[in-house]
């Protein structure tokens, strides 16, 4: 009996401690960081309150010892507030470019089921009537495949002329598909494939492209890729002659990742330009700033 | 005009967009029903269809997706005279609805195996017709609600049954038409003749006028909150009120701020 009171009793005061150091520290920071101005008012105060309540004492030891704490640890209490801070904020900073780059992964990876069917019951059927050929397309789906799982991808590919290698990739496959409904014209100079390119966003042109502009279409039509430098900016295009977009269609989680990974990768400098050209057909523009090469 | 199966071989019609996959089905069709007469092959719905009404063939089978016309539409105008048989490689709705059907479907590439099954159904059913034919062919089955079903399905893309939106703004730059994506617009403004479209980087005059817009954009994408304003609701950054008390609204990418009228002020109400 006595020892469970003692024990409540030091559990009580032990708590009690706690509070008040907290308290204190508390009382030690804002001391730390508040304005001498304020500081005054408080003085003010404190000393109206203790006048009216017949303590002035109290008042005085108010004052001292703020003042002593202000004038003695203030500057280095403030400082390591500060800094404190500082560090928060750029764990946040991290946080957010850790949180940006996994959104980008993810954005990065989607292929379509329907295209990876296809391809396999293209090659599947292949092996048996032209087993050359369904090598060919086996190799070329591998290479689309490595570009488009991001885990996959090697480093080093986000240059416009791997891109462009994967893009001719993805459209050989569809040309045994489609066979002669499909045209590929490319139009990008070799001094142009060192320049830094974000990864899959060719690809989803063309895809795009193709889906929506050209397998409508009865007779097919052409797909052309052309890149150049306009003044500082690099513009990489994906131009059909298909059946051009309704106004009326979704435009998909394709366009919008890029708009999305353009805006986070280049803010305001990059864009992506859709437009419909009076002879019909589709064009879409990618215009970011134009460099040489990655950096280093 | 009846047609007896036993006195003629069993016709059929093959269509597919893709050449491979035609190929693949005509020599597997020869290997597991040799007597199958393969009539024609089409590469696109249109000429599905076409060569279906001339040639009546026994059996068609349809790719799902096909340019000009989908299999599906293809079977809608065939399936009185033909058995029809789908083809498809993926499509995750066309796929649930068969299922529950009495459709007959291929999954691509087309197995031996699943096809010789497929074929001694078909051989069944053409025997039994035969032999309870008496004068009038009667149709090869009635799969009538069943495709109006599928359709249905397949655009809807399984999703509930959505109005259309208004998605492409459609503006005259130079010769051609920019397609400007409601995502990426931030607000319309009525602008005397015209109407400004308003995105994070650029600015576009159109015709349409701002009621025309009101009535075709999704209304849960763009509010009005003023005569004269259009707005695209994930846009907002903040709502405040000026020192005239007016209500003020900023958009992300936009420096300038909109004014909510008094009538529209109810939709920034707090809670």
Redesign the interface.
């Given at each position: 009996m006595r020892a469970s009171d003692i024990n409540r009793v030091l559990d009580f005061v032990r708590d009690a401690f706690h509070e008040a150091s907290k308290l204190w520290w508390r009382f030690f920071d804002w001391l730390a960081v508040v304005e001498w101005r304020q500081l005054f008012l408080t003085w003010f105060f404190v000393l109206i309150f203790c006048a009216m309540v017949n303590m002035p004492e109290l008042g005085g030891w108010y004052i001292f010892i703020s003042f002593a704490v202000k004038v003695l640890a203030g500057g280095k209490r403030k400082a390591e507030l500060t800094a404190r801070e500082a560090t928060a904020q750029a764990n946040v900073a991290t946080l957010e470019r850790r949180l940006m780059e996994a959104q980008m992964a993810a954005l990065q990876a989607q292929v379509e089921p329907h295209f990876l069917f296809n391809t396999l019951a293209l090659i599947g059927q292949l092996i048996e009537t032209d087993p050359k050929e369904a090598a060919r397309v086996h190799a070329h789906l591998i290479d689309y495949l490595r570009s488009t799982l991001p885990q996959m991808r090697q480093r080093g590919g986000a240059t416009l002329g791997r891109q462009v290698e994967l893009s001719r990739a993805y459209l050989a496959i569809m040309q045994a598909r489609m066979k002669e409904r499909l045209e590929v014209r490319f139009d990008v100079p070799d001094f142009l494939g060192s320049a830094p390119f974000p990864p899959m966003m060719l690809q989803t042109l063309i895809e795009n492209a193709i889906k929506h502009g050209l397998e409508p279409k009865i007779e097919g039509g052409t797909v052309a890729v052309r890149a150049h430098v306009v003044g500082a900016d690099l513009h990489v295009e994906v131009c059909d002659d298909g059946v051009g977009i309704d106004p009326h269609a979704d435009d998909g989680v394709g366009l919008a990742n890029i708009r999305e990974r353009l805006q986070l990768l280049y803010g305001a400098d990059a864009a992506l330009d859709i437009t419909t050209p009076p002879g019909g057909g589709a064009c879409a523009t990618i215009r970011l700033p134009y460099k040489m090469m990655e950096d280093a | 005009m009846s047609t007896i199966p036993d006195e003629r071989p069993v016709t059929a019609l093959i269509a597919d967009?893709?050449?491979?996959?035609r190929?693949?089905l005509r020599?597997r069709l020869q290997a597991v029903w040799p007597e199958l007469h393969i009539v024609a092959e089409a590469a696109?719905g249109?000429e599905a269809v076409e060569l279906g009404e001339r040639h009546r063939p026994d059996i068609a089978f349809l790719d799902i997706?096909m340019?000009?016309l989908s299999g599906i539409e293809a079977a809608r105008r065939l399936y009185a005279r033909s058995h029809i048989v789908f083809a498809t490689?993926?499509?995750q709705y066309a796929l649930d609805a068969f299922a529950q059907g009495a459709l007959d479907y291929l999954l691509?590439?087309v197995s031996a195996e699943r096809l010789a099954t497929t074929c001694a159904r078909l051989q069944a059913r053409m025997r039994t017709r035969a032999r309870t034919e008496n004068g009038a062919a009667p149709a090869p089955q009635d799969i009538g609600q069943e495709l109006a079903k599928l359709t249905a399905l397949l655009e809807t893309k399984g999703k509930p049954d959505k109005p259309?939106?208004?998605?492409?703004?459609?503006a005259q730059?130079g010769?051609?038409?920019?397609?400007?994506?409601?995502?990426?617009v931030l607000f319309f403004q009525s602008d005397e003749k015209y109407t400004r479209v308003q995105t994070?980087?650029a600015e576009f005059l159109i015709r349409k006028t701002l009621k025309e817009l009101l009535d075709e954009l999704d209304p849960d994408e763009f509010w009005r909150i003023h005569r004269s304003t259009l707005v695209r609701v994930d846009a907002i950054a903040e709502v405040k009120r000026d020192l005239r008390g007016r209500q003020m609204l900023r958009v992300r990418g936009y420096p300038g701020e909109l004014e909510v009228s008094r009538n529209h002020s109810y939709l920034f109400q707090q809670m």
């Open positions: - | 967009d893709e050449a491979p996959m190929d693949l020599a696109n249109v997706r340019p000009g490689a993926y499509d691509k590439p259309t939106y208004l998605r492409w703004i459609q730059v010769s051609s038409l920019r397609m400007v994506s409601t995502r990426e994070a980087g």
